[in-house]
């Protein structure tokens, strides 16, 4: 009996591998050896100190990320809350007592390792909110009553975050948390209420505004007015872009980067450098492999027959694409640099264990998608 019992777990894990989706796992694997080709050429042609640890923790995020999706859906479903809440005290700990660099206050330093409340909460914020609506009725979404539960669970940690500070993470919860609030039908009424309500406080959040986050702001308004101070990075990734032309100057032949002129070449700025070496066909084609990675995303939404999966999958494709268009848009000037890198092409631990979490999860929902499951079992 305990022979049959290990055979058949083993089969249902080999199934639950086999039903992944290797479209999606392809473009993720194709996604990180163009970012460790980059940051080959980032360090003028070497291995060290960014390529290799890179691919290096790609290959335990992957580990993860199928660990992740081999998981019963139930189990995410069953640990929402309890997820949700750890971050939070994660999040309070570090404003009593995180690692301070480069001017914020942002991790936990745990010796082997930091880590970084805030890319948690990207994923507890999502299975917080899905549980809770896939746990009411639609009378319930439609009630004032019915959004304030899930309006506090996305303010408190979106608070917290600005303190660190980090605008930017603290933006992209916010979005992702509309998004998931649209999904499930709330009325246009209260997000116009909420829109006129924020325009209305700007006044009062320039005023709590860090002179460097005004200055960025100020920067993105009009770069000129400090082209050797704040306004130097996107003054010399718009150099970089344009010079970059249609096909680029070639693999390890950019000379905004090898110059040194662009900082930050290998975290934020990564795609500025990119689009310099391998020019606007480049730049379209990585671009083009992120939209069939949201597109298949969306598409497991699309098919998912459970809501919480459902609602799962939407607000963690949306934290990517917020990534994606956050970083893409701000290295082209587009909206103000607020340290947003971009997934699997930039240098980072943090983001990269997030990101394929993220991915693991979706797999998992995608894997579940067309079975409507019983959360009480």
């Excluded at 473009?27 to 890179?54: D, M």
């Excluded at 209420?193 to 993105?220: C, D, M």
């Excluded at 699309?302 to 494709?317: H, S």
């Amino acid at each position: 009996m305990l022979q049959l019992e290990f055979a058949n777990r083993e089969e249902n894990m080999w199934g639950k591998i086999l039903r992944l989706s290797f479209s999606y796992v392809f473009l993720i694997i194709l996604l990180a050896i163009i970012g460790t080709v980059t940051l080959y050429s980032a360090a003028n042609g070497a291995w060290n100190p960014w390529a290799l640890k890179h691919l290096a923790r790609f290959g335990l995020a992957f580990v993860l990320m199928v660990g992740m999706a081999l998981i019963d859906v139930r189990h995410y479903y069953r640990a929402a809350y309890a997820f949700y809440f750890v971050t939070l005290l994660l999040l309070l700990a570090v404003e009593v007592f995180g690692h301070i660099g480069m001017g914020a206050q942002r991790w936990i330093n745990f010796g082997l390792f930091k880590l970084q409340p805030s890319e948690l909460m990207k994923i507890g914020l999502v299975l917080f909110m899905a549980r809770y609506f896939s746990a009411i009725t639609m009378q319930g979404i439609h009630s004032v009553r019915g959004v304030i539960i899930p309006a506090i669970g996305a303010l408190l940690p979106v608070g917290l975050i600005i303190l660190e500070p980090d605008l930017g993470t603290a933006l992209m919860l916010l979005i992702t948390a509309g998004m998931m609030f649209w999904a499930v039908g709330v009325e246009w009424w209260k997000f116009a209420l909420v829109i006129a309500s924020g325009g209305a406080a700007l006044p009062i959040i320039w005023s709590f505004l860090h002179e460097y986050q005004k200055n960025r702001v100020l920067t993105f308004l009009n770069p000129e007015r400090d082209p050797l101070g704040t306004g130097y990075h996107i003054i010399q990734s718009k150099i970089a872009f344009g010079s970059g032309g249609l096909w680029g100057k070639g693999f390890l032949h950019g000379t905004q980067t090898h110059l040194n002129f662009l900082p930050e070449k290998h975290t934020d700025f990564i795609f500025t450098m990119f689009s310099e070496e391998f020019g606007l066909i480049g730049s379209l084609s990585l671009l083009f492999i992120n939209i069939l990675l949201l597109a298949i995303g969306y598409l497991f939404a699309f098919r998912a027959r459970n809501y919480f999966a459902k609602l799962v999958i939407i607000g963690l494709n949306t934290n990517y694409f917020l990534y994606v268009f956050i970083n893409t848009a701000m290295v082209m000037g587009v909206l103000p640099v607020v340290g947003v890198p971009l997934p699997l092409i930039s240098y980072g631990g943090t983001v990269m264990f997030s990101i394929m979490a993220s991915f693991g999860i979706i797999l998992c929902m995608s894997n579940s998608s067309t079975k409507k499951l019983s959360f009480d079992d």
